[in-house]
């Protein structure tokens, strides 16, 4: 099997290697990963910010770089899913070639637990994490790709990993992309509300699965000096046995 | 796009906002919420779902037939006895209310709970006459007592607290009053009754108009709904133009949705229906039937379903930055979610050019909208009407705005450019950098170390994976011999 | 009067000018008679039900077998309510129950049920006739004519609905169904009511602060 590595804006720039112990871990499960060079962005910071004309020129070059692989594409974020899959399509007019072209990526498109869980069938990738684990349920993961088990189902099956569970763990974090920069009290109140409830939960860990979110949590966990650790599914997954 | 209301400032508003207006809507919020899923587990899942789908496509029908529906509401509501006024704005409403009010000689209005009438401002228009106007649901009873607007949709005076609400009435009633809601609503009721019966007119909004007999629904808790549409000779009726049904079945089924949604009560205590002019009824029924900025929602495919709103209040209920800013730093009639998709198009994205981005985009409130307006489908929609224009209006953001997410564009969309700007952040990060960490930015970047710092910019992946391509070269070997 | 004209003939206008990019026959209205899924029952439990959704609505409830039992209940009424003034419906059931000849011997002054003001808010009790029965909410249809004026189940303090099990319907619709061609009718589900300070549910507002229902067999 062989899948193309969507690898995200901020998942390069700022996760690098989160990205790697996802090729790891793919790999691992004998899935062959191609990584098709000429991606930059898929355009969504643009689109959602209102700047559509923009968004869709970014999905244009986007579609460029991935039309000609083979195989599912997966990414480590449900947003940046969520926006190929759904908008894609809805840039261009129904019968034009680039539709065809969206759309047709589009339905290659996939979120990491997605693809384990529902493509390769796995839940369990053989990995040991024996610590107090809860997770926050990324918006666009779960409302936005209806991904609402596959995470749980995945760490569940981790070797002594103790699951805890997160009070409105579906409760947005306050990241919401330029939002956390336009509005940045109010952010900034959402994402104290998100960490009040994850120190609460009394865990070692909380599993953010998604780039965004991720950095939004752990700069909050940071800055508050907190002993939770906020870790990419992906981490857990992958090495199995560091904290 | 003429509009005397000035533009709405959302950050500013977010920035004011008193810690036990956050707790206040926070407590309601959570309150409802609970209920709500009781009573929809209480339904059956699937029921509530099915339910949500025929209101949606019914409304989507009634809507995108407007016109005929429009017509037969005027015919049924005539035949029955009933006066039709129709008034393209705020403006056209209020004179003719007026009209009626100078018509009749009316000293004193008691008015039910109206989300319209806080859109026309009637109750400006009728004090500037020396018409003395009563508002009667009890939570717009204090907010109008206190000179402030209400906050919630449903639940005016959420963000009083009960000893708030007793130092009001000690001070504006000259009651001696403790804080106990029982108390304190027994003297609205006392107050209130007073006023009922001396009123010379009634002024309602809607909550529905069945258009296959031409009937008014208002779905009430307190009983003034009926009061001030019975007890006084005059009843004027202001309907926004949105509000109709077809026929009773799509109103029982916007019944079924609405309480649980709203409160999550199965129903409200009383639902009055009234046809025209009836048995021991008011002398004369007036229906005024509002435009005011709603066909030009309905005119763009996109924002269409705006209009499908019951004003049930789930949304902003369940909306997270709803619940940390409260109503009134929505700056208009509407809060919440449905305020930040509806007050852009009815006063203009010039006035609330800001709310549309007064969301997360999360997603939360679409699932809970009775009626499936897709929420977040709209905010994005009018993101681009703000920042580039459309069919509806012009940009209203600053022509630097859209060159700067060009070449932004350009910059991020060209990879080589790309990677060298985010090589170029690498090196200009230095001097900020602690280790893991930015925990300061340049404005307007500080937006976000104020509140958490950033992550250093890193790069290592392209890297790390041309290296492993070139270090598995045995790899490759492998692969070519199969 | 022309003003008016202008201002209908320019909604109008918007309206069909901004719907002109819907193709026709598209959007067609859904099956609503999907939504009528509860099903009806037996009589007892569609009673036992209804009861049990009034007191939760706040209001009392409870079955009347008969005169013997209809004249302690009222009687109880009038003195643990101290009910000095009363309005009934002239409704057939009210005149089958004799109903105001029970609350004379309990020297109940009764009024004339009509006038949209002082009289009915001077009684403490109004005395009215079930249309219909929703049990699933605890719902009574009451439908608005001469023998029973609006104004009777809501201006005083005290509202008792008296109802034959034969009222009983299975869900809204057919509520609206009997009563949809009316010029006025109400559905009451328990007292008056509000929640609009801090949360705290507060019964009789400006309605009814005591809500009964007897359903008379």
Redesign the interface.
């Known amino acids: 099997m062989k899948a193309q590595l969507f690898?995200t804006?901020l998942?390069?720039?700022?996760?690098?290697?989160v990205?790697?112990k996802m090729?790891l871990l793919l790999e691992r499960l004998g899935v062959r990963c191609g990584?098709p060079?000429?991606q930059?962005?898929c355009?969504q910071p643009?689109?959602?910010?209102?700047?559509?004309?923009?968004g869709k020129?970014?999905a244009l070059?986007w579609i460029d770089a991935f039309a000609d692989t083979e195989g599912p594409i997966v990414a480590p974020s449900g947003s940046c899913v969520e926006f190929v899959k759904h908008r894609y399509p809805l840039m261009f007019d129904t019968e034009s070639a680039e539709h065809r072209r969206a759309a047709a990526v589009a339905a290659r498109v996939m979120e990491l637990s997605q693809f384990l869980v529902n493509v390769l069938k796995v839940t369990d990738v053989g990995a040991v994490f024996p610590h107090r684990v809860t997770c926050h349920y990324p918006?666009?993961l779960t409302?936005?790709l209806g991904v609402r088990s596959e995470p749980e189902q995945l760490l569940r099956a981790v070797k002594d990993l103790q699951w805890v569970p997160l009070n409105d763990a579906?409760?947005?974090c306050?990241?919401?992309?330029?939002?956390?920069?336009?509005?940045?009290?109010?952010?900034?109140?959402?994402?104290e509300?998100k960490l009040r409830n994850v120190e609460a939960a009394g865990s070692e860990v909380v599993v953010v699965s998604e780039p965004g979110c991720l950095?939004?949590i752990?700069?909050?966990l940071?800055?508050m000096n907190s002993k939770v650790k906020a870790m990419h599914l992906i981490e857990i997954l992958a090495e199995g046995g560091k904290a | 796009m003429k509009s005397a209301h000035p533009r709405i400032d959302?950050?500013a508003n977010?920035?004011s906002v008193p810690p036990k207006i956050?707790a206040a809507t926070q407590k309601n919020a959570q309150t409802a919420l609970r209920k709500r899923a009781e009573v929809v587990a209480a339904m059956g899942e699937e029921n509530w779902q099915s339910l949500r789908a025929i209101a949606h496509d019914m409304r989507m029908h009634t809507i995108t037939h407007l016109d005929r529906y429009l017509a037969l509401v005027e015919e049924k509501v005539k035949a029955a006895g009933g006066i039709v006024h129709w008034a393209r704005d705020a403006e056209e409403a209020n004179r003719i209310v007026l009209e009626i009010a100078r018509r009749r000689n009316v000293k004193k209005v008691v008015k039910a709970k109206s989300m319209v009438s806080e859109e026309l401002e009637i109750n400006h228009a009728l004090e500037k006459e020396g018409i003395r106007v009563f508002e009667t649901d009890l939570g717009e009873y204090i907010v109008q007592m206190a000179g402030q607007r209400p906050s919630h949709v449903t639940n005016p005076a959420l963000h009083m607290t009960k000893e708030d609400i007793a130092e009001l009435f000690r001070e504006k009633l000259h009651v001696d009053v403790q804080p106990d809601p029982k108390m304190l609503t027994e003297i609205a009721r006392e107050r209130l009754r007073a006023e009922f019966l001396a009123a010379d007119m009634g002024i309602s909004g809607g909550n529905f108009l069945v258009a296959e007999t031409g009937t008014l629904v208002l779905v009430t808790n307190e009983g003034n709904g009926r009061m001030c549409t019975s007890l006084p000779p005059v009843h004027v009726a202001i309907v926004g133009i949105e509000k109709i049904v077809p026929d009773w079945e799509s109103a029982a089924v916007l019944l079924k949705l609405l309480a649980r949604s709203a409160t999550g009560a199965k129903i409200t205590a009383y639902n009055t229906f009234i046809t025209g002019r009836w048995e021991g009824g008011p002398e004369e029924f007036h229906l005024v039937l509002l435009d005011n900025g709603r066909t030009r929602v309905l005119a763009d495919e996109a924002t269409r379903e705006t209009l499908f709103c019951i004003r049930c209040g789930a949304c902003m209920n369940i909306c997270?930055?709803f619940n940390?800013?409260g109503g009134h730093a929505y700056g208009a009639t509407y809060p919440g979610p449905i305020g930040a998709i509806l007050t852009p198009q009815l006063l203009g994205t010039g006035v609330g050019g800001a709310l549309?981005?007064?969301?997360?985009?999360?997603?939360?409130c679409s699932?809970a909208c009775p009626v499936k307006i897709p929420i977040p489908d709209i905010l994005?929609h009018l993101?681009?009407?703000?920042?580039?224009g459309d069919r509806i209006e012009g940009p209203v953001?600053p022509a630097w705005m859209?060159v700067a997410?060009?070449t932004?564009?350009f910059v991020?969309?060209?990879?080589t450019l790309?990677l060298l700007g985010?090589r170029l952040?690498r090196v200009l990060q230095t001097p900020l950098r602690r280790g893991d960490?930015i925990p300061w930015m340049p404005p307007?970047?500080s937006?976000?170390t104020?509140?958490?710092?950033?992550?250093?910019?890193?790069?290592?992946?392209?890297k790390?994976?041309r290296n492993r391509a070139a270090g598995d070269s045995s790899l490759q070997e492998k692969k070519h011999e199969r | 009067m022309s003003d008016k004209r202008t201002d209908r003939e320019i909604i109008f206008k918007r309206v069909s000018e901004g719907l002109a990019d819907v193709a026709p026959r598209s959007f067609p209205m859904p099956d609503t008679g999907k939504a009528f899924f509860r099903p009806g029952g037996d009589r007892e439990k569609e009673v036992d039900l209804l009861l049990a959704e009034v007191v939760k609505t706040g209001g009392a409830a409870r079955r009347i077998r008969g005169r013997g039992e209809l004249v302690p209940a009222l009687a109880e009424l009038v003195k643990q309510e101290q009910v000095k003034k009363a309005a009934v419906s002239g409704c057939g059931m009210i005149g089958d129950l004799q109903v105001c000849g029970i609350l004379g011997g309990l020297n109940v002054e009764l009024r004339q049920a009509e006038g949209r003001g002082h009289n009915l808010s001077e009684c403490d009790l109004g005395i009215v006739v079930a249309d219909a029965l929703l049990p699933e909410t605890g719902t009574v249809v009451l439908r608005t004519g001469r023998e029973q004026p609006q104004a009777l189940s809501l201006l005083p303090r005290i509202c008792l609905v008296l109802a034959a099990p034969s009222a009983l319907r299975r869900d809204l619709h057919e509520a609206f169904a009997l009563a949809g061609g009316d010029r006025h009718f109400v559905l009451v589900s328990g007292p008056s009511r509000t929640a609009d300070i801090e949360k705290i549910l507060t019964l009789g507002v400006h309605g009814p602060k005591l809500f009964s229902l007897w359903v008379c067999e």
């Open positions: 690898v804006c998942g390069e720039n700022l996760l690098p290697d990205l790697q090729v990584f060079e000429n930059t962005c355009g643009f689109f959602n910010s209102g700047f559509q004309s923009q020129e970014m070059r918006c666009h409302r936005g579906d409760t947005c306050g990241f919401g992309g330029i939002f956390s920069v336009i509005y940045p009290e109010v952010s900034k109140k959402m994402m509300a950095i939004n752990r700069g909050g940071k800055k | 959302f950050r977010t920035r956050a997270p930055v940390h800013v549309p981005f007064a969301s997360t985009l999360c997603g939360a699932e994005l993101r681009r009407r703000v920042l580039e953001g859209r997410a060009k932004m564009r991020l969309g060209t990879k790309y985010a952040n960490w307007p970047l937006r976000w104020m509140a958490r710092p950033f992550p250093a910019f890193r790069g290592d992946f392209r790390w994976w």
